[in-house]
């Protein structure tokens, strides 16, 4: 809460010009100092903010609650200061104590924040997809950070849910939030964000779009909402690989949404429609928004403002569309403002022939009956690998977790090529009935579909061939011989 502190009445300055009229009562009667006893006061009551560009085609109006706004940079402050408060109050987190959980990020940012007022020390766990500046940002808060890894189910024991409950279990005075499963989540919006927007919109709100996470800010908002207008649409943004939109949880890109299992904290019955976005559609967006309104947006904030023009294409003007920007772009600036890894992940094109022409090229030279990737799962017997390339006519296989299209690049683990494998049979027969994993070489280097050739060229000068990503996912393998057939194709005479 803000303290008015009075300041004392000035003196009356002495001399010929001091007299009753120069008093006090001639000037402000007092002067106030408005002061937070603390940074948590500061959280909520973010504003919101026409997209009037980004929505210029649109009918309705398009508007956003700018959450970034808030301390911590996102709108996990809200649930992190309510999640604490109600452990506290519940005796489960104890002075001195430990927090532990895990997070994309922007929860650990709250948490470490309230971590940092009352005393507790933080342990957070992320998966490796997560930003640099992400892991660095909660370092720099006093943080003890765990990086796991992302192409694992939920109940491995390398899982950033597993990991973060190890080490509840061993830590001392250890306490886990679980966002996950913790009703002060949801709790929390509905008492301030949703009741927030229904103010700042004067009752008018139609439709409000939101990604899903944890689900919490998504179901609080929109249990307020509903409280008060039955015909609010509520709209889920989910990226494409998400369980919310139907995927089975496979990997996705985009950091801070979207889920590989159902939380208890998502009620999806106050949810009307979820909306599909992959990881090209996102970025597209918050490198859009960023631009035409100068509001620098995660990805996740993408996610929501594509599925917010999706659902506003079809609505007039007696609509009011509310989209919630989660956060910042400041955590991704090496990502997704990232002209090279945008590129490198295949989401950008460079000028000039690009490996998606040496690509096409060898589409239209091949016969098409032949798969563009061949995939095996490193559980396999290395025989099955070697019939594969026999059979196909192909060089080499692509080890993967998964063995579905469209793939994630982190769903890669390995390569088997068909001289190395020939190298080791011949040492050794024996290793043809041993698993894929234990005889397979590394990921082979990967790169854009709009990446130059010239790059193509620098990475098979050491490498047998090169992953090629289309927005995110692998497509194709190119070789040296590929590229030379497009390099002499392009040559006079």
Known sequence: MYRDLVAPDPEPESGPESGPESGPESGPEQ?????????LDL???????????????????????VEMLNPGGSVKDRPAIAMIDAAEREGLLLPGGTIVEPTSGNTGVGLAIVAAQRGYRCVFVMSDKMSDEKV??????????????????????????????RLTNEIPGAFRPNQYYNAANPDEHERSTGPEIWAQTAGRITHFVAGVGTGGTITGVARYLKAHNPDVQIIGADPEGSVFSGGTGRPYLVEGVGEDFWPPTYDPTVVDRTVMV?????????????????????????????????????????????????????????????????????????DGPVAADVLAAKHGAADRSMPDLVLITPDEPARRAFGLMRDLGVSQVIVSVATELPLAAKEVSGTLTELQL?????????????????????TLP????????TVLVEYLDRAAGVLVLDGGHPIGVLTTQDVLS????????
Do not use: Q
Request: charged share 25%; proline share 7%.
């Open 31 to 39: 002067a106030t100092l408005e002061i937070a006893n603390s940074l």
């Open 43 to 65: 959280v909520g009551n973010t504003p919101l903010v026409r997209l009037g560009r980004v929505g210029r085609n649109l009918e309705c109006d398009l508007v956003a609650k």
């Open 136 to 165: 660095a940002l909660l370092r720099a808060y006093g943080a003890e950070v765990v990086v796991c890894p992302t192409a694992v189910p939920p109940e491995h024991p390398d899982s950033y849910y597993s990991v973060a409950d």
């Open 278 to 350: 992959s990881d090209a559609e996102s970025f597209a967006a918050a490198r859009r928004v960023t631009h035409e309104e100068g509001l620098l947006i995660g990805g996740s904030g993408g996610t929501a403002v594509h599925a917010a023009l999706v659902v506003g294409a079809d609505l007039g003007p007696d609509d009011l569309v509310v989209v919630l920007l989660p956060d910042s772009g400041r955590g991704y600036i090496s990502k997704i403002f990232n002209d090279e890894w945008m590129m490198r992940f295949g989401f950008l094109r460079a």
């Open 422 to 442: 020939m190298d080791k049979a011949f040492h050794d027969p024996a290793v043809l009935d041993r698993p894929v994993r234990d005889v397979m070489e590394p």
């Open 446 to 453: 990967m790169v854009g579909i709009g990446e130059p050739v």
């Open 486 to 493: 497009f390099l002499a194709e392009r040559s006079p005479g």
